[in-house]
């Protein structure tokens, strides 16, 4: 059984098999010859420092494992293969904002230009118009109606505490402030609906989302008629991610799972957030919506491509770093409480930075993932010694 006798000998023998790369072992033992040959001289004449050891056994203290960086990983679950599908950058649908009149009038102002930003709220073109300034003399009229009803009700129930008129009196006054109280209302709401004109029958319509004005599509002095769109305002930091899949591939999506996505400027990760079917006609495709894990730096419209793992997700899996491949054999590490195992394995297949496991783990255990490479060295270099 190889022994490590100070955290040197790993670190100086990481080193080495760092620098000289695809130099065998050689290398790695010679950076620890020294304290290798106090060893053989402890062991005795032959050297043998593996026996009566465990066979692919490394003996490593927790001191020299953190010395050495060697990452001790959990072994994960997945599995399956990755089916890529096409996928657009797009603003979210509350992102966008097709800004239409209240009402119709004439353009007084434009208060924008595209390219500008707004906030929500802020006003993009004053209108003047006709029926406007009606809805407000109506609103302003039955207010006042309201106000004279409801005084009459009030001294109807004076005068019927006295007895000068009758309770029923009273009670016909306190319908007619309802109803006009009602009315009252109603007109307010048409003054709202209409965007708030003032009694001159000017109007400012607004934006309702905070973003860049797009487009503007009316100038001073035009004639806009009700739900005529005078501007377009986009949000472009709220971004989502579009992609078409075949039911097939869409229907192992879920809300939450998380989807690799290559652009143009690189990879990132992102979260489903919704699953639809198509409703298209032509159309046999599912619609997945997605969020990015992040600021997403493109712009609306570019390309995507987004990678979908399908078939079974109950596999093991372990970093690729972690497997390796000692005397013909694909081993993995596994932590030990006074070193590493080497642990031959089956391997099934590759997905990103990961490597299926078929055979060889139950799911337990804890593994050398990052620099494992280290140990194999290790184990290399206690072999040929053994050897001699």
Same mark, same amino acid.
């Given at each position: 059984?190889?022994?490590f006798t100070s955290?040197?000998?790993l ?5 080495a ?17 020294p304290e ?12 043998h420092?593996?026996?009566?050891g465990e066979?692919?056994?490394i ?8 010395a ?6 959990a072994?994960?679950r997945g ?10 950058? /797009?603003?979210? *649908?509350?992102?966008?904002? !097709?800004?239409? #009149?209240?009402?119709g009038? $004439?353009?007084? =102002?434009?208060? &924008? ?9 802020q ?7 006709g029926?406007?300034a009606s ?6 009229a ?20 006295q007895g000068?008129?009758?309770?029923? /009196?009273?009670? *016909?006054?306190?319908?007619? !402030?309802?109803? #006009?109280?009602?009315?009252a $209302?109603?007109? =307010?709401?048409? &003054?709202e609906?209409?965007?708030g ?13 905070s973003?860049?004005v797009?487009?503007?599509q009316?100038?001073?002095g035009?004639?806009?008629p ?8 986009s949000?472009?930091s709220r ?34 957030t919704?699953?639809a ?16 894990n992040g600021i997403?730096a493109?712009?609306a419209?570019?390309a995507?491509t987004g ?20 005397e ?5 590490f596994v ?13 099934g ?14 799911g337990t ?18 072999s040929a010694e053994?050897g001699?």
């Open positions: 059984m190889r022994s955290p040197r000998w670190i100086a023998g990481a080193i098999a760092v620098v000289v790369v695809g130099g065998g072992y050689a290398a790695f033992r010679m950076m620890g010859a290798a040959a106090q060893d053989e001289d402890a062991d005795g004449e032959d050297g420092a593996e026996e009566g066979e692919g056994h003996d490593l203290t927790p001191a020299q494992i953190e050495a960086d060697i990452e001790v990983v072994v994960g599995g399956g293969e990755e089916t890529h599908i096409a996928g657009r950058v /797009e603003p979210m *649908v509350d992102a966008r904002a !097709a800004v239409a #009149a209240y009402i009038g $004439r353009v007084e =102002r434009v208060l &924008v230009a595209p390219g500008q930003s707004v906030r929500a709220g006003a993009l073109v004053i209108l003047v118009s029926d406007a809805l407000r003399a109506e609103a302003d039955a207010q006042a109606a309201y106000v004279a009803a409801e005084q009459a009700h009030t001294r109807d129930e004076e005068l019927a505490e000068v008129v009758a309770q029923r /009196e009273a009670e *016909v006054s306190h319908a007619e !402030a309802l109803s #006009a109280q009602a009315a $209302r109603a007109a =307010r709401a048409r &003054v609906a209409a965007g004109p003032s009694a001159s029958g000017r109007v400012q319509v607004v934006s309702p989302i973003g860049v797009t487009n503007v009316v100038g001073p035009g004639f806009v009700q739900a005529g769109i005078v501007a377009e305002v949000n472009p971004l989502e991610l579009i992609f078409n899949a075949p039911p097939s591939v869409a229907s192992q999506v879920q809300v939450g799972s998380t989807l690799r996505v290559d652009g143009p400027n690189g990879g990132f990760q992102a979260t489903v919704g699953v079917a198509d409703t298209g006609e032509e159309s046999n495709a599912t619609l997945i919506r997605a969020r990015a997403i493109l712009p419209g570019s995507v990678a979908v793992v399908t078939g079974s997700t109950n596999g093991l899996t372990v970093p690729t770093d972690a497997v390796q491949t000692v013909g054999r694909t081993v993995v932590r030990t409480d006074d070193g590493f195992r080497a642990v031959p394995v089956l391997t297949r590759a997905s990103g930075d990961r490597v299926e496991i078929v055979q060889g783990l139950t255990e804890r593994i050398a993932g990052r620099n494992a490479f280290l140990l194999k060295a290790q184990l290399g270099a206690g053994h001699h």
